[in-house]
């Protein structure tokens, strides 16, 4: 039977955090938990989205960039992995792929319904591999959906791994190159609440297997989608592959190629040519997330 | 080949809101965008390629030296649309939409946009002068001893900013202490002022409630309607208020009849009659002709604001018109004492000869054919953004008259007035 959990606001991040840090010892079982965490009524704080539209390149106005609602969702995705009968560690998780789809855009002023649970355990090839699916809705009509993929590294389930894939074809024309300064990691936990130490600090990166500290995926994902805001459509699914984390400070490339009316994203570094993340950006929300 | 005749199509804004408050957080390049991401959606223009945007703002960090383009190329325009900035004080939005409007006219450019942004809230700050010396000093110093030596001349009282003047560079004056000691000279009343400003606020209110302003405002930010209007505004209430300007009995200017400093953004679509019809878009007003004025503020006898007269004497002059050939007079409303003081100046005979040269004065107006929607004060005063708010308020006026004549009037910092006259498009 499907336990549900309901918020009436988002949990703060930090207790996550640091419960999901405690239970880690005695997280056990290969079975994902049957839980929806819900909450309903969630209401847009204007100056975080002020905040979060300076940090990621966006103008303001009252529409939310499709990756804002993603920061909304984000505590109840934490919830979901934090929880005592989810099996895998919380902390040291990598985010591997995103897919959001906007059914339509969804106003700063509107009632945000939102429901969030894990499906589709997995194996990876270096480890296990988990979805977290969250859905949104103002007044019973769905307006936005996710999938976010996590990898918990080490883990070992049942099946057979997918191979790697083969190598991205990247674009030989040349990008817009930003400057990502070192305190970006700071300055997006500011504005989304993941305060993930490997963001904050290179003493909290490395600490978990890190050189140094390194810019949130979502924030990269972010970026790219603030830099095409005015040249998406109303209804559009936004898919992106992490790739090598971006140590941050540093320069990336972003290259952002038209195809029909869809666009390839490529961010990577701009010295090295080191991939950081791919993306595409389809109209018309053609599939679903179920 | 000769002129063709301009159209007013259509025109756009955010609710205006009072500086500090709802606009804290947006830039003039977020607001711009917006107002001009409302035109195109309304007027279904997304990925067009007009044939110019030229908008500006007056209160700007150096950073926006390329605003407009900057603005185009966020919106939903398509990005191959040229743009430049102007810049001409509160006569901004106006000049800009004479500027595209004469482009039209000569057949370089079949469409454009003309507008304006203005922040109070988001204002650059300057570090100080001395310090930006000694700054650009070190920074061209060729040897490491040269820019130690350079540096070593800060001083701690050159780390206080640079504080932003709302004065004239040249009489160190305010505007509002240069509008009392003309409303002085013209013997303007505060009762009369404050009579003016509660019909600003009246006619406001009432061209919201009958839903005038739906297609000319676009929410912005969770604002709907402009923050500074009070439609329960009335002369006992404003008699309340201590004078913020002048002294003595020209003390009669208040916070209540000046405008408040004002965040936000317009923009008006204008295009040729060929180009209206391929777009399915129906003319509102005809761009019909527009004069720019100075006066001499500074060692000359006028007052600050008061170069419009001066350009409408010669606007009417060109266009065989007199004063009262007009059915709607929109006078921007910097304060309640401007527009009465132009209306003293445009009957006063001697005025009219002396400084306008005419024989007969210009004479006196319908009151109520003036600011029938309500104006600057009731609405506020974004500078860059209140020409395209009057233009857009003109067009629609004649449209829905559907006949007739409207003059529009605009004083500007550093003794400027930019005036224009639309027309009902047949």
């Not at chain 1, 190629?257 to 080191?274: E, I, M, P």
């Not at chain 2, 130690?148 to 160190?172: D, F, V, Y």
């Amino acid at each position: 039977m499907t336990r549900t959990v309901e918020l009436s606001s988002a949990p703060a991040l930090g207790p996550l955090f640091a419960k999901a840090v405690i239970r880690t010892p005695f997280r056990k079982g290969r079975e994902l938990p049957d839980l929806v965490v819900r909450q309903a009524g969630a209401a847009v704080d204007r100056d975080q989205l002020a905040a979060y539209a300076d940090v990621c390149g966006f103008d303001l106005n009252d529409a939310l960039p499709a990756t804002f609602i993603h920061v909304l969702v984000f505590p109840l995705q934490t919830q979901v992995m934090a929880d005592a009968a989810f099996p895998f560690p919380l902390v040291g998780s990598v985010h591997l792929t995103n897919s959001i789809v906007q059914h339509r855009p969804v106003l700063a002023g509107e009632s945000l319904d939102i429901e969030v649970r894990a499906a589709d355990l997995r194996p990876h090839f270096r480890g296990a591999q988990v979805d977290l699916l969250a859905e949104v809705s103002v007044a019973g009509e769905i307006v936005w959906q996710e999938s976010s993929t996590y990898l918990f590294r080490g883990q070992k389930v049942p099946g057979v791994a997918a191979d790697r894939g083969p190598e991205p074809v990247l674009p030989t024309v040349p990008g817009a190159v930003w400057r990502v300064p070192g305190d970006i990691g700071r300055r997006y936990a500011a504005v989304s609440g993941d305060v993930n130490p490997i963001h904050m600090r290179s003493l909290g990166a490395k600490a978990l297997g890190f050189p140094t500290t390194i810019a949130h995926g979502m924030w990269s994902a972010s970026r790219a989608l603030g830099a095409l805001s005015n040249r998406t459509p109303d209804r559009f699914t936004y898919a992106v592959e992490f790739k090598k984390p971006i140590l941050i400070p540093s320069s990336v490339e972003f290259v952002a190629q038209q195809h029909d009316s869809s666009w390839d994203l490529v961010l990577t570094n701009a010295r090295k040519g080191t991939v950081h993340m791919l993306g595409s950006i389809v109209p018309e929300a053609a599939t679903t997330i179920s | 080949m000769s002129p063709r005749d301009v159209f007013v199509l259509g025109g756009n804004r955010i609710p205006f809101a009072r500086s500090g408050s709802k606009y804290l957080k947006a830039s003039n390049q977020d607001m711009l965008t917006a107002a001009i991401d409302g035109l195109v959606a309304r007027h279904h223009l997304q990925g067009e390629r007009l044939g110019e945007v030229a908008a500006g703002a007056v209160i700007k960090h150096a950073r926006d030296f390329n605003l407009t383009r900057e603005a185009v190329l966020g919106s939903h325009l398509a990005p191959t649309t040229p743009a430049y900035d102007v810049q001409q004080a509160c006569g901004t939005g106006l000049e800009a939409t004479v500027l595209v409007a004469n482009k039209i006219a000569l057949g370089q450019i079949d469409s454009a946009i003309a507008g304006g942004s203005d922040t109070t809230s988001d204002a650059p700050l300057a570090v100080n002068d001395d310090l930006r010396k000694t700054l650009l000093k070190a920074n061209y110093a060729k040897t490491p001893r040269q820019r130690i030596s350079a540096l070593l001349k800060i001083r701690p009282s050159q780390l206080a900013p640079e504080q932003p003047k709302n004065g004239e560079p040249r009489t160190g004056l305010s505007m509002g202490d240069h509008m009392a000691i003309t409303a002085k000279a013209w013997g303007v009343t505060r009762e009369a002022q404050d009579e003016l400003t509660v019909a600003s606020h009246q006619h406001l209110a009432a061209a919201y409630d009958r839903g005038f302003f739906d297609d000319l405002v676009t929410p912005y930010l969770g604002v709907t309607r402009d923050q500074n209007l009070r439609p329960e505004s009335s002369v006992e209430k404003l008699s309340t208020l201590k004078p913020v300007f002048g002294k003595g009995d020209a003390a009669t200017m208040t916070a209540g009849n000046s405008t408040p400093l004002t965040d936000g953004a317009s923009a008006v679509l204008l295009g040729s009659r060929d180009w209206a019809q391929q777009h399915e878009l129906t003319p509102l007003a005809r761009f019909v002709d527009a004069e720019t004025a100075a006066v001499d503020y500074v060692f000359g006898d006028e007052g600050l604001l008061m170069a419009p007269p001066y350009a409408i004497a010669r606007l009417l002059q060109r266009n065989g018109l007199t004063l009262q050939d007009f059915d709607f007079y929109e006078i921007h409303e910097a304060f309640a004492s401007t527009v009465l003081c132009h209306l003293a100046a445009m009957e006063d005979p001697a005025f009219c000869k002396e400084r306008l040269g005419l024989d007969e004065p210009l004479g006196s107006i319908d009151r109520t054919k003036l600011n029938v929607a309500g104006s600057s004060l009731a609405a506020g005063h974004p500078f860059a953004a209140t020409g395209g708010r009057i233009v857009a308020t003109l067009a629609k006026l004649l449209h829905e008259k559907g006949s007739g004549r409207g003059l529009i009037s605009i004083c500007a910092a550093g003794g400027l007035g930019v005036v224009a006259i639309l027309e009902a498009s047949e």
